[in-house]
């Protein structure tokens, strides 16, 4: 969230919805270099990520991401991110309304939630007027 935070203050990165689970996340969003405001995020993240792990001493999840780490990533010890990203472009506002829906409903397919709102890590709370964790450009 600290990062989201942090491109949409620096980089001008508008964010229009999210979703975060345990091993992906989904967000729809719009920047001037999309490439540099990912990168950016996965960096940030990852560092945070590691920083915790080392302080809990969390050596099985360290060992996997070393482990999982990718042969030719030479100044690295752990891979926390895949490589690359998946940009889809949302040409229509049907096309939005739908990626909108699709990403707040992932909670509820996994079985975790009963309603969208109900998850804390989403932007489905700002949608239906509450306070969501992070702020949105509601669509």
Not at 17 to 22: G, K, N, R, W
Not at 46 to 69: C, G, H, S, V, W
Not at 109 to 128: F, L, N
Request: proline residues 2%; hydrophobic residues 35%; neutral net charge.
């Amino acid at each position: 969230m600290d990062s989201l935070t942090f491109l949409q203050q620096k980089d001008h990165l508008k964010l229009y919805a999210y979703v975060v689970l345990e091993n992906h996340l989904h967000i729809v969003v719009q920047s001037d270099d999309i490439e540099r405001s990912m990168k950016s995020f996965k960096q940030y993240t990852a560092k945070a990520l590691l920083e915790l792990l080392k302080k809990e001493n969390a050596k099985t999840i360290l060992d996997q991401l070393r482990f999982y780490k990718k042969a030719h990533h030479k100044a690295t010890t752990y891979q926390v991110w895949e490589e690359g990203y998946q940009p889809k472009l949302v040409q229509t506002d049907a096309m939005m309304i739908y990626k909108i829906n699709y990403i707040h409903q992932n909670p509820v397919k996994r079985g975790y939630v009963d309603d969208p709102i109900h998850w804390r890590y989403s932007s489905a709370r700002d949608y239906e007027g509450m306070e969501g964790l992070i702020e949105v450009e509601r669509f």
